[in-house]
């Protein structure tokens, strides 16, 4: 990721002269990279050209040394303003004309350096603490009277993602969605990252969780196990849930059944329509998961490999849900801010087979963590392209497949 | 009818070392160079017919007598220059004096911008070639475009011995171009050999180009270059031009020649 960029400014015969191509050559022979921006050819002989350039480098010395090098070219660096701050009028309130982000990496300008927003995210405001020498993305809900936020669009700018160095289906990074695409390769590169996380987490390298945003339609489907593999495996790291998934898989444990519905013999059960109510209520009586399965009620399934693996799960509730099952945060703006907590550190994010989570998800994580979106319905990775996601890989194919084909490249045996 | 700015070599000698021609231990037979210059003068005025305008030397300034570097005229506008060297920015003041007295328009680049005039600002009616790097900045010239509405091609120049445009670069009344290739690089190569067409372009030998055959004053079908240059001599005749060698080696030894004792008024 080339975090060091400035952005130079060049004008004159600078096409024909062979000018603009020569900075342009030698911003490449020296390792770093370029983006024009503004180009102007002249319409006439007489009428000069200009072009904006922004050069990006891994070090802030290489950008130093190319500066260096472009000047006597006419390359004039742009005197950029610094960005402008209001205080919060109240707390939840932001300045009226705040800036907004994306979920891009991002900069301010803050007494004539460019500085890194932390903890990027779309759709909130940038925090700048009181000494000016740190900022962070902070969602409006959480600001508080007299914080400082960034005003404007001055002195703020995005960095556009670079194309990955690993030659797999994220390189693309475009949310193309289709059913007709083979899924064979995608998986395998899903699957290759997976195992090269696995590794590194173990390291407790950064950025190298797993995480996994799924709905209740993996254990319907019959995903149950091959995802309960994967966390036991130490694939995944995090799980993002609702109270369906953890019900479902806990009823699968007691009843066999995923609501109601024989998971073996594929067809209901009498009174099965009760089980998953019987299960959250046996939760509730011991009350909580993690005591279910300490206890030995629960002895299967994804929450289990979730307890005994130590992988963190926040089940947020909805308007429809039963019970619900103790630990589901049913204040959505606590559930969120639980869900935010765990970002930090994801490396791969998997949103499977549910609209509310994979979108809740998609909208926390930055651009920069390579996401796939897994959904029998084409309208889930559209969807969540639509609302800004557009670095997630659309697969459209059944959760239980996906998981299945997942967990067996990755070494399951069935 | 071509008028000239000249200076006569009163005060000329070798002071101090800016270029790689010069030497502190070369010597300059001042009398030598005086009868040299005159000899130039005469070209000019009986050959050529051309009106000299003289200015006075001053004492303490030898580079006076290279008037190329005064600045450019275009019309009744002066832009004077900026030299790059502290040695030769004494001299701007004598050439905006003469050029206010003479009732020029006078235009002064924005300080921190290096100029130096005809020296590295040459071309042909449609459009101007600049030289860059060694003394003149590439800032200067979308300056000057906009004032006089021409197109100005920057061209870098590679080689400190050809440190002015106008010692490896002369472009000629019929639209023909003597030039050394070496002095640029690649790409001002390419864009040159994409404004003038194969069959205009002299590739002057090196050995000419070091006697700098290009430091050449075109006038009309005229051209007064060094002697010594018979590759050059013979192009030219061939395409039409009475060539008129003057020994000029007295200034060599301060890395100039005809082109560089002249500037032309209109």
């Known amino acids: 990721m080339n975090h ?8 004159g015969h600078i096409i024909d002269s062979l000018v603009l191509a020569k900075v342009l050559d030698l911003i490449l022979m020296m390792g770093g990279t370029f983006d024009l921006e503004d180009v102007h050819i002249g319409k006439t002989r007489e009428e000069a050209s200009h072009a904006r350039i922004r050069i990006g480098t891994v070090s802030r ?24 701050i209001d205080r919060a009028p109240t707390d939840g309130v932001l300045p009226d004309d705040f800036y907004a982000t994306t979920h891009l990496p991002t900069q301010i300008r803050l007494n004539g350096r460019w500085l890194d927003i932390d903890r990027i995210e779309m759709d909130l405001a940038i925090l700048v603490d009181e000494q000016g020498s740190a900022a962070q993305a902070i969602p409006m809900g959480e600001v508080r009277r007299g914080n400082r936020i960034v005003v404007g669009r001055e002195g703020v700018r995005i960095i556009p993602l670079q194309r990955p160095q690993e030659r797999d289906v994220f390189g693309f990074m475009e949310s193309q969605v289709s059913a007709e695409r083979p899924h064979g390769h995608i998986i395998a590169d899903i699957a290759t990252r997976m195992r090269q996380l696995r590794e590194r987490h173990r390291q407790k390298q950064a950025d190298s969780q797993v995480l996994l945003a799924g709905g209740p339609a993996i254990i319907h489907a019959g995903g149950r196990e091959a995802l309960t593999w994967l966390i036991e495996q130490g694939f995944i790291h995090i799980l993002f849930c609702g109270n369906a998934l953890a019900a479902h898989d806990m009823e699968a444990d007691l009843f066999g059944t995923s609501l109601g519905y024989g998971l073996t ?7 099965g329509h009760e089980h998953h109510l019987r299960t959250i209520n046996r939760i509730r009586s011991v009350g909580s998961i993690e005591a279910a399965v300490t206890s030995g009620m629960i002895r299967q399934g994804i929450m289990a490999a979730c307890i005994r693996q130590g992988v963190p799960v926040v089940m947020s509730g909805t308007i429809r849900d039963d019970g619900p099952l103790p630990g589901v945060i049913t204040d959505s703006v606590l559930a969120q801010r639980a869900m935010r907590a765990l970002i930090p550190g994801v490396g791969l994010a998997l949103l499977v087979a549910s609209t509310l989570h994979s979108v809740a998800t998609g909208n926390l994580l930055p651009a920069t963590v390579p996401t796939v979106c897994v959904d029998v319905n084409p309208s889930v990775p559209t969807k969540l392209a639509d609302r800004g996601s557009f670095q997630a890989v659309g697969l459209v194919m059944d959760a239980a497949s996906f998981l299945s084909e997942l967990a067996r490249v990755l070494g399951r045996t069935t | 009818m071509s008028r000239i700015l000249v200076c006569p070599p009163d005060f000329f000698g070798i002071e101090y070392e800016i270029n790689p021609w010069m030497r ?16 130039l003068i005469r070209v000019l005025e009986q050959d050529l017919g051309v009106i000299l305008e003289r200015m006075t030397p001053v004492p303490g300034l030898p580079d006076l007598v290279f008037t190329a570097n005064a600045g450019i005229v275009v019309g009744r506008t002066a832009v004077v220059s900026r ?5 030769r920015q004494r001299e701007e003041v004598h050439f905006e004096n003469w050029f206010r007295r003479h009732g020029y328009e006078v235009m002064t680049v924005e300080a921190g911008i290096h100029f130096e005039g005809a020296g590295d600002l040459l071309g042909f009616p449609e459009y101007w070639f600049g030289g860059y790097r060694q003394r003149s900045d590439i800032g200067v010239f979308p300056i000057l475009s906009e004032r006089f509405h021409r197109e100005i091609i920057p061209l870098e120049l ?30 001002g190569r390419t864009a040159i050999a994409e404004r003038v067409p194969d069959k205009l372009r002299l590739t002057v ?38 060539t008129h060698p003057v020994q000029l080696d007295e200034f060599m030894r301060s890395g100039g020649s005809a082109k560089c004792l002249t500037l032309t008024l209109d």
Not at chain 2, 24 to 39: F, K, M, P, S, Y
Not at chain 2, 83 to 87: H, L
Request: proline share 6%; aromatic share 10%; hydrophobic share 35%.
């Open chain 2, 24 to 39: 502190l231990t070369n010597h300059v037979d001042h009398g030598r160079a005086v009868r040299q210059w005159h000899e």
């Open chain 2, 205 to 242: 030998p090196i050995d000419e180009a070091l006697k700098f055959a290009c430091n050449a004053v075109c006038v009309g079908k005229h051209v007064v270059l060094p002697a010594g240059c018979p590759a050059t001599q013979d192009w030219l005749r061939i395409r039409g031009y009475e």
């Open chain 1, 265 to 271: 013999a594929g067809r209901a059960v009498p009174h």
């Open chain 1, 61 to 84: 010395t290489l950008l130093d040394d190319i500066l260096k090098a472009i000047q006597p070219h006419g390359a004039s660096i742009e005197r950029e303003a610094n960005c402008r």
């Open chain 2, 83 to 87: 030299f790059r060297y502290p040695e």
């Open chain 1, 4 to 11: 060091h960029q400035e952005s130079v400014y060049l004008r």
């Open chain 2, 158 to 187: 590679v080689d400190s011995r050809f440190y002015h445009l106008d010692t490896c670069f002369c472009p000629l009344s019929g639209g023909e171009l003597l030039y050394f290739p070496a002095a640029f690089d690649s790409y």
